[in-house]
């Protein structure tokens, strides 16, 4: 059933293809199928017929997207395939961007050093991690680019940062953008497994027990409220709604509960969500294996 499904949606999604340019069928590959292989070649045939600039800049950066996605799937002993990948996505980035600058490209541009530094180990991460982040902050500030995959770079760059004066990682802004990424996140693109395990992992590791939680919380809500750039409101996104919310996977409000506490209540939401999925994907597969099994340590 699933099988004809999926042929019928690729052929509804089809139809236009040889008119024009189709980003949703683009996306649909990406996201829904994780064919990299197909996606590549769609894109690639795409820009050849492409007519405007603003549409190759589309394409473009959806190549960068792919080629990423592509780096991602190599093993971690084979380095320079990641690097050829991931330069290559930062390549189709900066060409999408000189045809028609968008936050997307610039997204998915700090996406690609983050990975090539990444690969390439803690001082190259160190060494560019302040241009990663200003183009992540082009996209978000110079576009209103309120993006979950946005919210997810910050999130992580914050965390892995070491804090001033090495460098400006900071524990709880990480938190707040990993919570911001959670709550923009579009259903129709995944299970979004990895967020959850992400925050759960941030929270158990800074340990707040429910009483300072309360308090910092809700001196939070006040630089939420004060702040009109948006990356530097996200910064303080946690206490939007003061201490007293009740994020959609619990029951209780953030007050009600330490930080370890919410942390096994996010991995057992995304265990759930994962066993709602009828056909996982195998990085789903993957993940909720490290779920079940993080979950398992900690509780």
């Avoid at 803690?122 to 500030?141: G, T």
Wanted: proline share 2%; glycine share 4%; aromatic share 14%.
């Amino acid at each position: 059933m699933r099988k004809l499904f999926v042929f019928f949606t690729v052929l509804l999604l089809s139809l236009s293809l040889f008119a024009a340019f189709n980003p949703e069928y683009s996306d649909y590959l990406y996201y829904a199928l994780e064919d990299y292989d197909a996606d590549e070649s769609y894109l690639k045939d795409a820009f050849i017929e492409a007519d405007s600039d603003e549409e190759k800049s589309e394409i473009l950066w959806r190549q960068s997207r792919n080629s990423l996605g592509q780096g991602d799937r190599l093993s971690e002993d084979d380095k320079d395939g990641r690097f050829a990948r991931y330069e290559e996505s930062e390549q189709y980035a900066k060409d999408s961007i000189a045809l028609c600058p968008n936050a997307d490209a610039y997204h998915w541009l700090s996406s690609a050093l983050g990975r090539w530094g990444q690969t390439k180990g803690v001082l190259e991460s160190l060494s560019r991690a302040r241009e990663m982040a200003d183009y992540e902050l082009k996209a978000i500030d110079g576009f209103n680019y309120d993006h979950t995959d946005a919210w997810y770079v910050l999130g992580i760059l914050y965390n892995q940062l070491p804090g001033w004066p090495i460098s400006f990682g900071n524990k709880n802004w990480a938190i707040s953008y990993m919570r911001r990424s959670l709550d923009t996140k579009i259903d129709e693109r995944g299970l979004f497994l990895t967020l959850y395990l992400e925050l759960a992992n941030q929270l158990y590791s800074r340990n707040w027990n429910a009483k300072k939680r309360t308090s910092e919380i809700n001196k939070m809500q006040d630089d939420y409220d004060e702040n009109t750039v948006l990356s530097e409101k996200m910064k303080y996104y946690e206490g939007s709604e003061g201490a007293s919310k009740v994020p959609f996977y619990s029951t209780v409000a953030l007050s009600e509960m330490s930080d370890r506490q919410e942390a096994a209540m996010l991995l057992m939401y995304a265990d759930a969500v994962f066993k709602t999925k009828a056909n996982p994907l195998d990085s789903d597969v993957e993940r909720h294996g490290e779920i079940l099994e993080r979950l398992n340590e900690i509780t």
